[in-house]
């Protein structure tokens, strides 16, 4: 008599995660999604240059801030960049074991400088994220919020307030450089895992990673810069 089989259905998350594929697949799914999330944060954000003294802003924000779709949207962003990074920390400690000895030829020749430095990279973002959240997102969420005439958050004064700071503003500018540089990488990374590298599209895929990864980070640094420089132009 054979004995009963106890066939427990596998985890496909568990396997995605357990082999080496699927990790580069999810490495490059939360950052396109994360990609995805830099897009429409920089539209929102642009709305603070707007010549209305943050109105527009303010309307935006309160809108993001108590729209349920957005509310669950956000959540899977923090899930996303957590996941992000624990994936990115199993790729490099299983590539460093795999290679306990280095190829001095092969690493230097292969690998783009950028690809090299995407874990220090991505550890200045990290720390830029967490300033950021406890900046802005912590006070919207868990603070004391000065309203607007309106009876909305003012989100603007906030923002307005922070990047009177000279210091702030270049921590902005300096994480928006390492930002360039990781999307740099990333952005190319992620479209080759997902399969489309192609002679057709791999050329325009290229370009638009380049034009992206520049014009975004560029685009943000220029918040906090212009904003700083209305505050001493007033
Ligand atoms: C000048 C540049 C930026 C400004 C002015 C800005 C402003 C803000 C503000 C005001 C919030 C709070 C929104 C709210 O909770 O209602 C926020 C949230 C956030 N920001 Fe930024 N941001 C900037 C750049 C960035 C960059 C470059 C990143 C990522 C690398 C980022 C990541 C986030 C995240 C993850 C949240 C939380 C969003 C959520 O609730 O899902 N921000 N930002």
Do not use: C
Not at 73 to 91: A, D, M, P, Q
Not at 158 to 169: C, D, G, I, R, Y
Not at 206 to 224: E, M
């Amino acid at each position: 008599m054979t004995a009963p089989q106890t066939s427990k259905k596998p985890n496909w998350f568990m396997q995605t995660l357990g082999s080496t594929i699927g990790r580069k697949l999810l490495m490059a799914l939360t950052g396109l999604f994360l990609i995805l999330f830099l897009t429409v944060h920089l539209i929102g954000n642009l709305q603070l240059l707007l010549p209305d003294n943050g109105k527009t802003f303010n309307e935006y924000a309160e809108f993001m801030g108590h729209n349920k779709l957005i509310q669950a949207v956000s959540f899977g962003n923090f899930f996303f960049i957590v996941l992000h990074i624990i994936v990115s920390l199993v790729l490099t400690f299983q590539n460093q074991s795999a290679r306990p000895v280095q190829y001095a030829y092969k690493s230097k020749t292969k690998i783009s400088p950028a690809a090299r430095q995407m874990m220090v990279l991505g550890t200045l973002i990290l720390i830029f994220i967490v300033v950021h959240l406890v900046n802005f997102w912590g006070k919207a969420k868990f603070g004391e919020m000065p309203k607007t005439a309106e009876g909305l958050h003012d989100l603007y004064l906030v923002t307005k307030t922070a990047f009177e700071s000279p210091v702030l503003v270049g921590l902005y500018v300096f994480s928006m450089i390492a930002l360039a540089f990781h999307l740099s990488h990333g952005f190319q990374s992620a479209f080759q895992t997902i399969g489309l590298n192609h002679n057709k599209y791999t050329p325009f895929i290229k370009t638009l990673g380049t034009i992206y990864s520049i014009g975004v980070p560029f685009l943000y640094a220029l918040i906090p810069i212009i904003m700083h420089i209305q505050f001493h132009l007033k």
